[in-house]
Every structure is written in structure tokens, then in C-alpha cells.
């Protein structure tokens, strides 16, 4: 008797086991993946949604590594925040959540964000990835890892990020750039005109004085 109630026994727990009843951290196994990418270009406020299964995404999801939990060492200056200019920033998102009476809409409707990342360009071309695991909360834990050229090329030239930047061209390059141009011009102008003045007044110096009537009374 004994020995058919150790067996029975047995057999519960092994088909509790393998059903997932009763086993302790049985939720905890499964992994929520995003399965949704915005994508907000540096120089544009339009967005761009792509979705598991698209080419797109799975480009996205080979650059940023959203499951990446390592940080790299980065320049003290880009800590503190003197960064390039990002070139795209992503938010990653689950759909398939919420419903009622949480929200209004329907058990399924609803997109959780899951984490933010944004990408740089190095003054070598390296692509950077600046990552956020919790947007919606105030901390300081950012991390930072490199990624893959080729990838990256790959959705620059797909457009994904906008118009094609020069590597390491930070905001504030950009502004030096115009500013350059600027001056540039500003002196062009400002030679040709003094050049133009002084051409006037020899030309005019140059050409005969008209006789006034009143002259020619005086002459007479």
C-alpha cells in the first residue's frame, strides 16, 4: 500500500512538472519580448512604426540588442552628456496587454513600453547605442554598448534614421559648420562691396562734370 501511494505520489509530481501546476517560478520562465518598434528620426518629429516580422524590425532588433544587459566604458564627456546628436531614438513596446477595467479599450489593445534606445555616430563611425531599460522611471541607470556597422548602414540606407549624416556631425558641429559658412559669406560680401564702392567713386571721378545753366551765366 505503501509503495502504490510513493507511485502515485510520483506520477503527480511529474505530471505537475511537466503541466506547470504547483511548480514554484513557473510564470517566471517566460520572457516578454518586445514585439513593436518607434522609431523617432534626430531631425524629425514624424514616426515610424514597425512590427515583429518586418525586415525593419529585425534590422532594428540586430543594431540595438534590446535584450542587451552589459555596459561599455564611454568618454567621460559623453556621461556627462556632451554626446553627439542622436541619430534616431527607438521606443520598444509590447502589444497584446491591458483591457478592462484598466483601461477603455478592448483586453488585448493596449502597448506596454518596454525600454528606449538611441543611437550615435562616433567621430570614427562607430554606431552607439545609449539605452534606457526603464523610461518611465527617474533613475540614473543608462547604459551604453556598440553597435554593428553594417547594420547600421544597412537602415540608413533604408531611410530609417532620415537623411544620411557624417560621422561624428554632433548638433553642435552642424551649428559651427553654418557659422563658418556664414562668415565666409559675410566677408565675401563685404570685399566684393567695398570693391564695388571704390570702382563707383573712380568711375565717377573719372566722367566729366556737368555744366549747369547757372554756370554757364556766370561764364558768359
Given at each position: 500500500m505503501i509503495r502504490r501511494t510513493a507511485v502515485v505520489t510520483a506520477g503527480l509530481v511529474m505530471t505537475g512538472a511537466f503541466l506547470g501546476v504547483g511548480a514554484p517560478g513557473a510564470g517566471a520562465v517566460a520572457k516578454d519580448v518586445p514585439d513593436l518598434a518607434i522609431v523617432i528620426p534626430g531631425d524629425s518629429a514624424r514616426t515610424r512604426t514597425v512590427r515583429s516580422g518586418d525586415t525593419g524590425f529585425a534590422r532594428l532588433w540586430d543594431l540595438f540588442r534590446p535584450d542587451e544587459t552589459e555596459s561599455e566604458a564611454v568618454p567621460?564627456?559623453?556621461?556627462?552628456?556632451?554626446?553627439?546628436?542622436?541619430?534616431?531614438?527607438?521606443?520598444?513596446?509590447?502589444?497584446?496587454i491591458g483591457g478592462w477595467p484598466y483601461t477603455e479599450r478592448a483586453p488585448g489593445g493596449d502597448v506596454a513600453i518596454e525600454r528606449q534606445d538611441q543611437v550615435f555616430l562616433a567621430e570614427d563611425g562607430t554606431p552607439w547605442i545609449r539605452s534606457d531599460p526603464a523610461p518611465d522611471v527617474a533613475d540614473d541607470d543608462v547604459r551604453w554598448h556598440r553597435g554593428a556597422r553594417k547594420v547600421y548602414d544597412r537602415l540608413e540606407k533604408a531611410g530609417m534614421f532620415g537623411p544620411a549624416e557624417r560621422p561624428g556631425e554632433s548638433g553642435a558641429g552642424l551649428r559651427a559648420r553654418w557659422a563658418l559658412w556664414g562668415a565666409l559669406a559675410g566677408v565675401a560680401l563685404g570685399g566684393g562691396g567695398a570693391w564695388g564702392l571704390r570702382r563707383w567713386c573712380a568711375r565717377r571721378d573719372a566722367e566729366p562734370v556737368a555744366r549747369e545753366p547757372r554756370q554757364e551765366l556766370i561764364d558768359l
Open positions: 567621460p564627456e559623453w556621461r556627462e552628456g556632451r554626446y553627439p546628436r542622436a541619430r534616431a531614438t527607438v521606443v520598444w513596446g509590447l502589444t497584446g
